[in-house]
């Protein structure tokens, strides 16, 4: 479950993001729809761990993005879809980034075993 509660940004002369709450639930497939500028991007960022709130806090499965052990397999986002080629369609990107995520999780999973071993 997402749950950003009671999230502000506030940069020198301007907030962009005031007092947001909401939760999605799992499985939910959620996009933020509104004029540019009005804070989508912050708080993608903010949710995401890539940058601080000036108040409030955002959990994922209960807890922090960054603290997940890992991250990619409790949720994802593409901030910026300039990067994507513009050959390529959702599905078979969405499939590469799966594929990578469960091999980084493996290894993740192996260091930890092998950690533990070796102590």
Do not use: C, W
């Not at 729809?33 to 409030?56: E, F, H, V, W, Y």
């Not at 513009?86 to 075993?113: D, F, K, Q, W």
Request: glycine letters at 10%.
């Amino acid at each position: 479950m997402l749950t950003p509660h009671q999230l502000t940004k506030r940069y020198v002369h301007r907030t962009v993001v005031t007092d947001l709450s909401f939760t999605v639930r799992p499985s939910t497939v959620t996009g933020f729809l509104s004029p540019n500028g009005t804070g989508k991007s912050t708080t993608m960022r903010i949710l995401l761990g890539l940058d601080a709130p000036t108040r409030g806090h955002a959990t994922v499965s209960g807890r922090s993005y960054a603290a997940h052990p890992a991250p990619l397999t409790e949720g994802g986002a593409l901030l910026e879809g300039r990067s994507v080629h513009p050959g390529r369609t959702a599905s078979p990107g969405t499939a590469l980034l799966a594929m990578l995520v469960r091999t980084a999780a493996t290894l993740t999973a192996a260091a930890i075993v092998l950690r533990r071993r070796v102590v």
